[in-house]
């Protein structure tokens, strides 16, 4: 069965920081990996998909990921982190007949 | 940003009411899903569709049910709501082909 896992529920990181929110995955075939941001009392806001190609995968706000097939891992990053990052983040996989599965998230905790 | 609204944003009602959650996407995308969501928690899908007179359960069971007239329009029914229902539901949809799936910014269920 297709899964993702998110280990970590909150994430700290200071202003200007690089920041990692981890993922990894388990499917059957090749993956189309996601990442979703959820803002307090919002929806949830596509950031970036890999699906194939490069294992560098650059989104919105800054964003990018990297897909590792050998750590069945795909972990979003960005260089220097905001204050407005902070937010509630998902992973997800497509799953059978094009469901998406998803991750418990992850939060992000931004300081001044 | 995905052309997909939900109404209402937020409702309170009391136990025993019938209430409809009505999503509408103008992208022309055959497939929709409705997500529940408890405050800050992860997603499961509830219901989904492929197309006109097309729905299927998902992962989570659900008391509400859905139906599939039009293809820009997928609501979603409570017949007897309960406490138990609170929750946020986010409705999606997608275009078969493509490989992302846009939301909604969710409808928040208060049940007193």
């Known amino acids: 069965a297709q899964s993702v896992a998110q280990p970590e529920d909150q994430v700290n990181v200071a202003e200007g920081n690089p920041l990692t929110v981890k993922c990894t995955y388990s499917?059957?075939?090749?993956?189309?990996l996601f990442w979703y941001v959820q803002y307090p009392n919002r929806g949830l806001q596509f950031l970036l998909k890999y699906i194939t190609g490069d294992n560098l995968v650059k989104g919105s706000y800054g964003f990018e990921a990297e897909f590792n097939k050998s750590q069945t891992s795909f972990h979003l990053k960005k260089p220097s982190a905001l204050v407005s990052d902070s937010a509630l983040y998902f992973c997800?996989?497509?799953?059978?007949?094009?469901?998406?599965?998803f991750g418990t998230g992850t939060r992000l905790q931004v300081f001044p | 940003e995905a052309d997909i609204y939900q109404t209402p944003r937020y409702l309170v009602i009391g136990t025993g009411k019938k209430i409809t959650l009505e999503c509408s996407q103008t992208?022309?995308?055959?497939?929709m899903y409705w997500y529940q969501q408890d405050p800050g928690m992860e997603l499961h899908l509830i219901h989904y569709?492929?197309?006109?007179?097309?729905?299927e359960k998902g992962d989570l069971s659900s008391e509400s049910t859905v139906s599939r007239i039009r293809t820009e329009h997928f609501p979603l029914t409570l017949e007897s709501a309960r406490p138990s229902h609170t929750s946020q539901y986010l409705c999606?949809?997608?275009?078969?082909?493509?490989?992302?799936?846009?939301f909604g910014e969710g409808s928040w269920l208060t049940v007193v």
């Open positions: 992208m022309g995308h055959d497939k």
């Open positions: 499917v059957s075939g090749n993956p189309y």
């Open positions: 997800a996989v497509r799953g059978p007949t094009d469901k998406l599965i």
């Open positions: 999606a949809s997608s275009v078969t082909g493509g490989h992302t799936i846009y």
């Open positions: 569709s492929y197309g006109v007179n097309s729905t």
